[in-house]
């Protein structure tokens, strides 16, 4: 049998162990009515209880065997989780013109990696300055990039909490420009399909789809390398190159490239199997959203392409980090007021065979609960975590979330904290309402 223990101190734990006697087991189930001491434990467990993992201190008068599976751990890659409650990548253009992170951004990250044994992945960061045209972005070519991820990533791992950085190249789109021109850098994308009322991109050639493999391969190093992030996540979602490559209305290519399905994802494919040489497959992972529209993406039937992506994934790459799945109901950071008959990642879900997943989909504290209980699913938030830095503890506790103010979440070169570093913490918001 093995139990769960759960400690209340200054900080808590969580750890599995196999009791050597049935003493041991009773002394678990008393907790926590009858408070446990190391001394307790010691010498009844098959492991030393100072290996447990740190976790958030749940509600003392839950019943140990009731708390849900959104706040229990679960390995992720090479690194064990305290609960599933993710930090989504979310866009803050908190950068200077040479796409090196402001030193505030350590702090904003910081903040929200404060319940020990959190996941936090960073918001897109540019593989190279040619991956795309998005003033105030993040990059992580450069030593200066480099050198200021690396706070941010100190400033983590100091909470006792993990980090991803998020891979990203856009091809067509572009962000904080009236035109992409301004940006000096090539405008490309699977085809020359044009965005809807947009300037039509070149096809990348070949040459150019190897180089962006390698620049792809080169980041991912840099991230987990020299700026110390856990792992990295390759953007494949929301409508950018690697998206453009899997969908047949943004690619009409006729090389090895284009037409079929096992072309389309022949980059996708290519570009995680070069970050798995450089970084290892326990810390990668990639980022899909199949039903998603935005940016006029658009799939009469998305199955057949993602679930022959995520059979060559599973197959491939066994010991993927996790996916990252949009839900239908999100299309871009707009969440839908409904979604269509039979759109659902389910069929994702089981290809991918119980390995870890990450859902993301305007959830609430009961959503998320219910999807992490029902399917096994990490659940990914982004708003939610913006306007609360320590969300994990306020949704296992219930606490009522603040709400973020919509117009300072995208404020290009800003430094100043309000509406980024200054949202209060349930303990300080409790005090301000005193």
């Known amino acids: 049998m093995e139990v769960n223990i759960f400690r209340s101190a200054t900080l808590s734990y969580v750890c599995q162990f196999r009791p050597r006697n049935p003493a041991a087991v009773d002394l678990a189930l008393t907790w926590p009515s009858k408070p446990i001491s190391r001394a ?16 958030l201190d749940y509600p003392l008068a839950q019943s140990l065997m009731s708390i849900p599976k959104l706040f229990q751990p679960i390995q992720v890659g090479d690194i064990q989780l305290a609960h599933r409650v993710v930090f989504a990548p ?71 909490s993990f980090m991803y950085l998020q891979l990203w190249a856009l091809g067509r789109v572009f962000h904080n420009y009236s035109d992409p021109a301004e940006a000096n850098i090539p405008y490309v994308s699977a085809s020359d399909v044009p965005l809807t009322g947009g300037p039509t991109p070149r096809a990348l050639t070949v040459d150019e789809i190897q180089e962006y493999i390698q620049l792809y391969a080169t980041a991912a190093s840099n991230a987990v390398h020299k700026a110390g992030f856990d792992g990295v996540e390759i953007h494949s979602a929301n ?26 994802a022949r980059f996708p494919l290519e570009v995680v199997d070069a970050v798995v040489k450089a970084v290892g497959q326990k810390k990668t992972a990639l980022r899909v959203s199949p039903w998603g529209t935005v940016l006029d993406m658009h799939f009469a039937d998305p199955r057949p392409t993602y679930a022959y992506l995520f059979t060559q994934l599973r197959d491939r790459f066994p010991d993927l980090a996790y996916v990252h799945v949009v839900e239908p109901r999100v299309d871009g950071n707009q969440t839908l007021s409904e979604v269509k008959d039979g759109h659902s990642n389910d069929f994702l879900r089981e290809i991918w065979g119980g390995r870890p997943l990450i859902s993301a ?23 939610g975590y913006i306007a609360n830095p320590d969300l994990p503890y306020r949704l296992i506790h219930d606490i009522p979330l603040a709400v973020g103010d919509r117009t300072l979440y995208y404020v290009p070169g800003s430094v100043d904290p309000k509406g980024y570093t200054d949202y209060p913490f349930a303990a300080t918001a409790v005090k301000a309402q005193a």
């Open 361 to 383: 989909g305007g959830y609430t504290r009961a959503t998320a609960i219910a999807v992490a209980e029902d399917k096994g699913d990490l659940v990914a938030f982004a708003r």
């Open 40 to 55: 307790d434990i010691k010498g009844t467990w098959d492991k030393d209880v100072l290996n447990n993992i740190p976790i």
């Open 239 to 264: 409508g950018y190159l690697l998206d453009q490559f899997l969908h047949d209305q943004s690619n009409i290519r006729t090389d090895a490239y284009g037409g079929s399905i096992e072309n389309r």
């Open 90 to 160: 979310a866009t803050r253009y908190r950068a200077d013109d040479n796409h090196t992170p402001f030193p505030h951004v350590a702090e904003y990250y910081g903040q929200r990696a404060s319940q020990p044994g959190s996941l936090i992945i960073s918001e897109a960061t540019l593989i190279a300055e040619r991956a795309g045209a998005s003033k105030h972005s993040p990059g992580i070519w450069s030593d200066e990039q480099i050198a200021a991820w690396k706070k941010v990533t100190e400033n983590v791992h100091a909470k006792g």
